[in-house]
């Protein structure tokens, strides 16, 4: 199995960051500034040649929000987050059509199989939940962001 690398584009620079190993790599951009608010969120794009299915993870006012599911299918993307974006961590776990995890995360939180929106990312099997590991996403107060799903 490959590493899953990435590449992160920051304001000014370019910085490197390897991952977990995985079947996919990501590449994260910092969005532009739009001057539509409507245009800024969290967008994930599938470079790959095979439909994957994207939960996410973010912190919220009223604590660990995880959320599930978005499909999208090769070479496309999919906004899903609408808002600017507000937290600094994002956590991103992305399956195959047949549920197999397809990049590897250092964080474990909860998900169901159909469609959900989830508080609190632990005791996962105590709630009837499922443990799921997801790649943590540093958007560095940034309101705008992209992240591209592709094989090494």
């Known amino acids: 199995m490959n590493e899953a690398t990435g590449i992160l584009f920051p304001k000014r620079g370019v910085g490197r960051f390897l991952g977990k190993p995985g079947l996919l790599s990501l590449t994260l951009f910092l969005g532009l500034t739009f001057p539509n608010a409507a245009s800024a969120g969290l967008r994930v794009c599938n470079g790959s040649v095979d439909l994957v299915n994207v939960a996410i993870g973010y912190d919220t006012e009223d604590g660990l929000r995880t959320e599930g599911w978005w499909t999208i299918t090769a070479n496309a993307c999919s906004q899903v987050l609408q808002e600017p974006l507000k937290a600094n961590n994002y956590y991103?776990?992305?399956?195959?059509?047949?549920?197999?995890?397809?990049?590897?995360?250092?964080?474990?939180?909860?998900i169901r199989q159909e469609k959900f929106v989830l508080f609190d990312g632990d005791q996962c099997w105590q709630r009837g939940l499922i443990e799921a590991d997801f790649?943590?996403?540093?958007?560095?107060?940034?309101?705008?962001?992209?992240?591209?799903?592709?094989?090494?």
């Open 135 to 152: 790649f943590k996403i540093e958007t560095d107060g940034a309101e705008d962001w992209t992240v591209l799903l592709s094989y090494d």
């Open 92 to 110: 991103l776990h992305v399956s195959d059509g047949f549920g197999e995890s397809r990049l590897g995360g250092d964080v474990t939180l909860c």
